[in-house]
């Protein structure tokens, strides 16, 4: 069984600045996709960034990006230029390859909550 | 993207009755939607795998008959929490994602409120 860890219950972050949010997993599997999801006040999940687990380049969409360590097991998210909409509890998630990539079931991690402070 | 409508957002009924809770998959045909239950400022805890045209995988601990899903069509799956007492308060969320797109991620509905009284 998988299991994904944050160990960071709660963060802030002043506007405009750099923050790394922390995920440490546990796997045999060999191919497996790992994600960033974002769930604001409002409480609707977002899919944040994706990273495949054979790729060694790390993911970036726009001011978000991924330090992918394979080998250490870890899968932390860096959000660049803080803005107040960034503020919501962030959930890094495991996903096994799946042949037919249907939806295959995600292991989440506790989260974190992120405050972005003006 | 792919659109996941949820309904109701928020739901109180009294305790002794059921209630329904709807995942549409608007813009795509899902044959697999997920059923999470969240308490506040946790994680989520999925309930079980809806799969169409079959039975609900459920996971361990998750009352089958307390939590009936159904997932009658490739656009719709619906849990229902029968007999709902206090303790079934919380947020429960569906998820799915298009068809082989399953490694890109799930798109989530907004979640419903379900307060017990």
């Known amino acids: 069984a998988q299991t994904v860890t944050q160990s960071q219950p709660e963060m802030s972050v002043q506007e405009a600045e750099t923050v790394t949010l922390s995920c440490t997993y546990d796997?045999?599997?060999?191919?497996?996709?790992l994600f960033w999801y974002k769930q604001p006040p409002s409480r609707q999940m977002i899919l944040v960034i994706r990273?495949?687990?054979?790729?060694?380049q790390n993911a970036t969409e726009n001011r978000f990006s991924v330090n992918f360590q394979k080998a250490a097991k870890s899968f932390s998210l860096k959000i660049s230029d803080s803005q107040l909409g960034d503020t919501a509890m962030y959930f890094c998630?495991?996903?096994?390859?799946?042949?037919?990539?249907?939806?295959?079931?995600?292991?989440f991690g506790d989260g974190t909550t992120l405050t972005v402070k003006p | 993207g792919a659109v996941v409508s949820q309904h109701p957002s928020r739901v109180i009924c009294k305790s002794g009755t059921s209630v329904k809770i709807e995942c549409r998959s608007l813009?795509?045909?899902?044959?697999?939607m997920f059923w999470y239950r969240q308490f506040p400022k946790q994680s989520l805890m999925l309930m079980a795998t809806?799969?169409?045209?079959?039975?609900?995988?459920?996971e361990q601990g998750v009352e089958k008959d307390k939590f009936l899903i159904n997932h009658a069509s490739l656009t719709l799956s619906t849990l229902t929490v029968t007999s709902a007492h206090p303790e079934d308060s919380s947020f429960y969320i569906c998820?799915?994602?298009?068809?082989?797109?399953?490694?890109?991620?799930?798109?989530f509905g907004s979640g419903t409120r379900l307060t017990v009284v």
């Open positions: 998820s799915a994602s298009r068809p082989g797109q399953g490694n890109y991620g799930y798109t």
């Open positions: 990273q495949e687990a054979y790729k060694q």
């Open positions: 796997t045999s599997e060999s191919n497996y996709y």
């Open positions: 813009d795509f045909q899902a044959t697999t």
């Open positions: 998630a495991f996903m096994k390859q799946r042949r037919y990539t249907n939806a295959g079931k995600s292991t």
């Open positions: 809806s799969n169409e045209g079959s039975k609900a995988t459920y």
